[in-house]
């Protein structure tokens, strides 16, 4: 079978999951070919509608956008509790304080900054100024030097922002599961609709499989993970893995269906997202 092509990221989470697939340790899958590309690259080319890759990691808040072409797999993705986005200054600050003033976002389709967009309208009062979309790694620098008043961060930068000199001004994710007790949908893993229900049962079969033997024996992942992880502390990616791969990842189930429902149901009611067809979520 020709290989199909497959994009995400190189954190550590993903690396984590898709390891034993990518080096063909899962019996039967498909095999792969690997791109790796920032959420905000991932999420550009699912809304193109003329990407070539067979299966991406996307943010969920792109799915009202996607989901004609893309279907959701039940697993393989990024939902979890106390892992949410963080807003961070340089120096402490309340919400009031980001009335008018510039924000670095990953991504303006990226789960991130609809949860951020979200808690301003309860927050900011008349809401923030500018918004600029950096990849994630640039961010904390770009709070640190002044160059932005605020950040929007993601992954591991929970462990790290202390490091920069950074405050955390809010949690994203803490605002979510307080006010909707859901856990919180961050990375969805999709998959053309046009490769047929067949062959995506056996991808979503085979992200599940390859998960679950990254559970059983994680130093088979250690060097895929580490090699791509931007000289992260060993230390800082093991947390990483820990907070976002969960048993979400292995199968999002009723909870975690809820949680993706949730959020999209609220956004669209906010205007911020198209709203979703009753059956837009159903996986073949």
Known sequence: MTKLKIAYSPCPNDTF??????HGRVPGAPRLDVTFADIDVTNGWAESGTDEHDVLKVSYAVLPWILDEYALLPCGGALGRGCG?????????????????????PSERSTAYLLFRLWA??????GVGNVVVMPFHEIMPAVRDGKVDAGLVIH??????QNYGLHCLADMGEHWETTTGLPIPLGAIVARRSLGAET???LAESARASVRMAWDDPLASRPYVLEHAQEMDPKVADQHIGLYVNEFTADLGEHGY?????LLTRAA?????????????AFP
């Not at 986005?85 to 976002?105: C, E, I, Q, S, Y």
């Not at 591991?156 to 922002?161: H, K, L, V």
């Not at 809820?258 to 949730?262: D, I, L």
């Open 17 to 22: 999951v898709f390891d034993a697939w990518a």
């Open 85 to 105: 986005p963080l807003v961070l200054t340089r120096d402490a600050a309340t919400g009031a304080d980001l009335a008018g003033k510039t924000v670095a976002v």
């Open 121 to 126: 309208a309860e927050t900011v009062p008349g």
């Open 156 to 161: 591991e930068a929970r462990f790290t922002y």
């Open 200 to 202: 995506l049962r056996r």
């Open 258 to 262: 809820a949680a993706v429902r949730g």
């Open 269 to 281: 009611a906010e205007g911020l997202v198209p709203p979703l067809g009753p059956d837009a979520l």
